[in-house]
């Protein structure tokens, strides 16, 4: 058990002018994320303190939030890993804050309603059977698909920031685990969107999306992959 | 662009710029003192819940051309059936002999003969269509050699009507498949364009003449009550597992849909029967899937014994779940515990690296981030964890809700998922089954849904007062000067609950735990909720969530003091048999001012008649 200090950024959209931040000192159990922190200011000290979490363990991607500086899920970052007794926690940079830490995230949402996000085909299926796919085939969405939306990776895009019309790694990301799926034939409408200045050639690698993303995905590869396949297809 | 204020330079805080409807939505209302109906929005099916049932029937209803609304408390994409790891059934036979006939068996067998074989029967034909329904969608499962979908064991599904060895029947991606399956139906709902609200909150349903025409919410972002007004309402609220401290299921798993349905005076059928799964991470209860279990993972005890070849010597530890959680339980009891405390260890050890980051790897991923535990290291400390709720809301097999819960339907009203009980799991649901049930049912919900909406009935004419109880609901809470908070009752209420009517139950503990959510309820008369806004005040939510744990723990426990047998899930140290001449039969329970109320109806027994569950 040891003393933490929390630096929790405020914000009441009903109140406040601009944000603030607000210092929680609690006891820290050994095993604690900072999402269990969190609950239990939220529970036993100060029960405004507003986030949004839902499944605890990573798969959600409801609590994305910036810990110390860097995005990530609460619920997955241990407290004793962050080698610090004074934790910053603060909402996902670059969307509008509606209270708290709980940011707007429809601008993400749209990025992926852009890219169509859903497996595009002409070929009917075979009826009462699957579509075939070689598990090398296969292979080669993983690494795409697991993406839980948390919303980590675009908001630490400073691209993004400066651009509000890039997709973003995250649509892009999608994108690719459609373009690279053998059973899709979404490729010229999908490539319509994407091939923009606002889409796959607005990234600069800066590769803050590969350290942000807690599923350890890897969304400046898969920009740059689909890079090479919209090329690949103007040869 | 509304104005964003500048912190920092990084956060920006604003308005929210949510889309509300507006179009379709008049206000009929005058607004009331203190909290306000914001709006009244019309639609031919109005949805609760935005999971595999939920998101399934959407689809059905839009494809059918219905004009429908699916609420929801989080992003449909937050929603818990994304967390399920192992796989959904279907006896696709894609990499050795299976039959429908054997998928069937199993689960009557594993709902320890209480699952209405009716229902059963239709939901595991229906099972082969659903995951090629799936495929066909874009779910990127895991691939044979050959292409085909993979599929892998799990527990109490075996070959030859119980008499063989283990089958592959459980459908798979990775072990993320109900992450795929849910991504997968939201991106079709993107594609047809179904309505989502996110981030409502359920307050209760608007019944008029003994028809269910639609419910009244709380928008979560901006506050104010909303009414949406609907032919056609399907709750698919998932279940109760936040009864528990120790529980898999997310945050938001708190009974909501059963909640509205007991004060609308309906009864809950089979809620008893609460699932605990044995490989829950220790003191969290976050689930480690049985996948682990069926690649080959043991089950070892502080004396380092493979214990459950004295529980269950052949299937060992690919037996039925509340087999292996008994079992695990009894071990904890006798002293066996790592350290003597509430776990046992679960070992993969010997599977290899190389298989453990092929076919588990988000088993990996959570035991090394939550508890800092590898397991190609180290055997991972796992205890029982409540995981699904068989009990629920009385549904016939078209997941139309029975108003008495025997014969009569409530105009209006359809239930499907968790939330529901058909009754497919009986007293015990098999592993991948859930997604199953979730799927089968929210699709034959919207398709029976869209079959309702096509004889054109007519819109009724909205009550005056149809949102008065909520209205005085919120403001209650909001200006309740008391000093109890929603943290404090909850956690007593969920400890409680796992030590007194957990894996083993006995008549004291049952009296004890009963007389303690009475307690509990009487303190919840004296809540404080903190925040006093309306905008995303979480500290609300959570208090209104607390009055539907308080409820349907109620109704567990009085349920489980009432049925004196054990069956399935439902243990009873002081009637450690199963007494079919007295309880071969589902429990309805009606909650009243004056205590929970009884009724029985007979199970549907078509094909396999009862015999000795043994594994």
């Known amino acids: ?235 | 662009m509304a104005e964003y204020k500048e912190y920092r330079g990084m956060c920006v805080v604003g308005e929210c710029k949510k889309y509300y409807g507006t179009d379709d939505a008049k206000v009929i209302h005058e607004e009331p003192k203190g909290v306000e109906i914001k709006n009244v929005h019309l639609h031919d099916a109005v949805i609760v819940g935005a999971g595999l049932a939920g998101m399934y029937a959407a689809l059905e209803l839009k494809k059918a051309g219905y004009d429908v609304a699916v609420l929801t408390k989080v992003f449909p994409t937050r929603s818990h059936s994304g967390a399920a790891q192992g796989g959904i059934s279907a006896a696709l036979a894609n990499l050795e002999e299976d039959h429908i006939e054997w998928h069937f068996f199993d689960t009557v067998k594993g709902s320890d003969y209480l699952g209405d074989q009716d229902a059963i029967e239709m939901m595991v034909k229906e099972a082969p269509r659903i995951i090629y329904e799936y495929e066909h969608m874009g779910v990127p499962f895991s691939r044979t050699p050959d292409g085909k979908i993979m599929q892998r064991y799990f527990g109490g599904h075996v070959k030859d009507f119980g008499r063989g060895g283990p089958v592959l029947r459980a459908c798979m991606a990775a072990d993320r498949t109900g992450h795929v399956l849910l991504h997968t139906l939201w991106e079709q709902c993107v594609k047809y364009n179904v309505r989502f609200y996110s981030e409502f909150f359920l307050l209760s349903l608007i019944i008029k003449s003994g028809k269910c025409i639609g419910v009244t919410v709380w928008d979560l972002i901006n506050g104010g009550i909303h009414v949406f007004q609907g032919k056609a309402i399907l709750l698919a609220t998932g279940g109760y597992g936040r009864c528990y401290s120790i529980t898999s299921n997310s945050h938001a798993n708190t009974a909501d849909g059963l909640g509205v349905v007991m004060r609308a005076g309906l009864p809950l059928e089979d809620m008893e029967f609460v699932q605990f799964h044995p490989s829950g991470l220790a003191f969290l209860g976050v689930l480690l899937t049985e996948g682990a279990r069926g690649e080959g993972g043991y089950l070892i005890n502080n004396e380092g014994e493979r214990f459950m070849k004295r529980y269950a010597p052949e299937k060992m530890e690919l037996a039925p779940r509340d087999v292996v959680s008994r079992a695990m339980w009894a071990e904890i009891e006798a002293g066996r515990g790592i350290n003597g405390q509430q776990y046992v260890y679960l070992d993969l050890r010997h599977l290899g690296a190389q298989k453990i980051m092929e076919r588990l790897p988000q088993i990996r991923e959570i035991s090394m981030k939550l508890l800092g535990i590898d397991p190609i290291k180290e055997p991972v400390p796992v205890q029982p964890t409540a995981h699904y709720s068989m009990g629920g809301i009385p549904t016939d097999i078209c997941c139309r809700v029975l108003a008495d819960g025997k014969e009569k339907w409530l105009e209006g009203l359809w239930a499907a998922g968790e939330c529901a009980c058909v009754s497919v799991h009986g007293a015990n649901r098999l592993g991948t089954n859930s997604l199953l049930d979730a799927s089968v049912h929210g699709k034959r919900a919207g398709k029976d849904m869209a079959a309702y909406l096509s004889t054109n009935p007519p819109y009724e004419v909205l009550p005056e007062d149809c949102a008065l109880d909520a209205i005085k609901q919120i403001e209650w809470l909001l200006n309740n000067p008391g000093t109890e908070r929603p943290g404090a009752i909850r956690k007593e209420l969920q400890e409680n609950m796992y030590n007194l009517c957990g894996v083993f139950r006995r008549k004291e503990d049952l009296e004890k735990m009963y007389n303690i959510i009475k307690d509990l309820q009487r303190r919840y008369k004296n809540i404080l909720v903190q925040d006093k806004g309306a905008k995303f005040n979480t500290d609300l939510m959570e208090a209104l969530e607390l009055r539907n744990l308080l409820e349907t723990a109620e109704v567990i426990v009085a349920s489980a003091l009432n049925r004196t047998e054990s069956r399935g899930a439902h243990y009873r140290r002081d009637y450690p048999n199963r007494d079919d001449e007295n309880w071969l039969k589902h429990t309805l329970a009606w909650r009243t001012e004056e205590g929970v109320k009884f009724d029985y109806k007979p199970v549907v027994i078509t094909r396999f008649k009862p015999e000795e569950r043994k594994y």
């Open chain 1, 1 to 235: 058990m040891a003393e933490y200090v929390f630096k929790i950024f405020r914000y009441d959209p009903e109140k406040d002018e601009t944000g603030r931040v607000q210092e929680y000192r609690i006891d820290v159990q050994p095993g604690w994320t900072v999402l269990d922190a969190l609950n239990y200011i939220k529970w036993f000290v100060d029960g405004t303190l507003s986030y949004r979490r839902a499944c605890r363990h990573g798969i959600c991607g409801s609590c994305g939030m910036t810990i110390n500086g860097k995005n990530g899920l609460a619920c997955e970052t241990q407290i004793k890993d962050l080698g610090t007794t004074v934790i910053t926690v603060e909402p996902l940079r670059g969307f509008p804050v509606i209270k708290d830490l709980i940011v707007d995230m429809e601008p993400l949402y749209d990025k992926l309603y852009a890219i169509k996000p859903y497996l595009i085909t002409k070929t009917p299926p075979p009826t009462d059977k699957e579509r075939l796919q070689s598990p090398e085939d296969r292979a080669k969405l993983d690494g795409k698909y697991e993406c839980i939306l948390c919303g980590c990776c675009t908001s630490s895009c400073p691209t993004y920031w400066a651009d509000k019309n890039f997709l973003g790694p995250n649509a892009l990301l999608k994108a690719a685990r459609f373009l690279f799926d053998s059973r899709d034939e979404g490729y010229e409408e999908r490539v319509s969107v994407i091939d923009d200045k606002h889409g796959v050639w607005r990234c600069h690698t800066i590769f803050n999306c590969v350290e942000a993303c807690p599923k350890e995905l890897n969304p400046t590869q898969a920009i740059v992959d689909l890079r090479k396949l919209i090329l690949r297809g103007k040869l």
